[in-house]
């Protein structure tokens, strides 16, 4: 039997006599096909775990999914399609903030939606067998879009996202670098050079950014396959702010846009599709209302309600009153 030696793990010290790392997944109870693995700063594919020798000192991630149905159909096929998968559903749930995954699912299934955006996060090895989102949503149901909230660097973003790819298999992913905690406002910079480097790897990004028409042309360019202009601060509920940018957005846009953060309640959700958005991600405003799955459901007949607006063509908007009525031949 091989000698004890000492490895990181997820960041803790951990003494282990396992000789590579399909031994260390098995001591730890872990199933290989549910994790992605990081060694010294690698990705370790599933197909060379056994291959992998584990020396004294090593560093190792072990990573999952975590949080963050019965589908409606449309009156008609009204779908959207985003590098070259098609959805009927134009919202996008994110699973964090739930207080739990049951209410999550619930929430998910009175959405109608067909994505959902979940982060990449250490596996609890300690307790290796406690409940996982992929025990609630099947990802063989839901798109999975995995994202890189809580990244402020491109390179953070860029390395969340290869062990997404490794975890699951899904190269569509949602890519956000932040420039600061407090208002959680994109980094346009090192987002632009994350989306070049995803792309350049067979990644397809779609990219939370700035309200910005020009920023969203140069994510385009660098090989976006989707623009996510944001409506509002993350988490504030405040609702599309400049809805000017939004069209210009829209109207100048080759790729699908998506309303992504500051929605708060349904009808945010209706501006947004009456702009001619493709879509709408949230994730507080249903997580943190008071009925989390009626307001999902709400939030679903509002995105609904805005694209039918949208499609029919708005009147006009006028100075002055026009009557209904004509006033010729009163009596």
Partial sequence: MASPITVTVNGEARRTAAGDLAALLGELGLDAARVAVE??????????????????????????????????????EDSWSVAGRTFRSRLIVGTGKYKDFETNAAAVAASGAQIVTVAVR??????????????????????????????????????TLRLAREAGGWDLVKLEVLGEARTLYPDMR????????????????????????IAARQLEEAGAVAIMPLGAPIGSGLGIQNRVTIRLIVEGAKVPVLVDAGVGTASDAAVAMELGCDGVLMNTAIAEAREPVRMARAMRLAVEAGREAYRAGRM?????ADPSSPLAGLI
């Fill in 39 to 76: 060694h010294n700063g690698a990705i370790a594919p599933r197909s060379a775990l056994a291959s992998r020798t584990l020396e004294d000192g090593d560093v190792v991630e072990i990573v999952h999914f975590v949080g963050g149905g019965d589908h409606a159909s449309p009156a008609d």
């Fill in 190 to 213: 090192e987002t632009l050079r994350a989306t070049e480097t995803l792309a350049r790897e067979g990644f397809l990004p779609m990219v939370y950014c700035a309200d910005d028409p």
């Fill in 122 to 159: 250490r596996v609890n090895i300690s307790d290796p067998a406690q409940p996982r989102l992929t025990d609630f949503l099947d990802p063989s149901v839901y798109t999975y879009l995995p994202n890189t909230a809580g990244c402020f660097t491109a390179d953070e973003a860029v390395r």
């Fill in 316 to 320: 006009a908007q006028r100075r002055y």
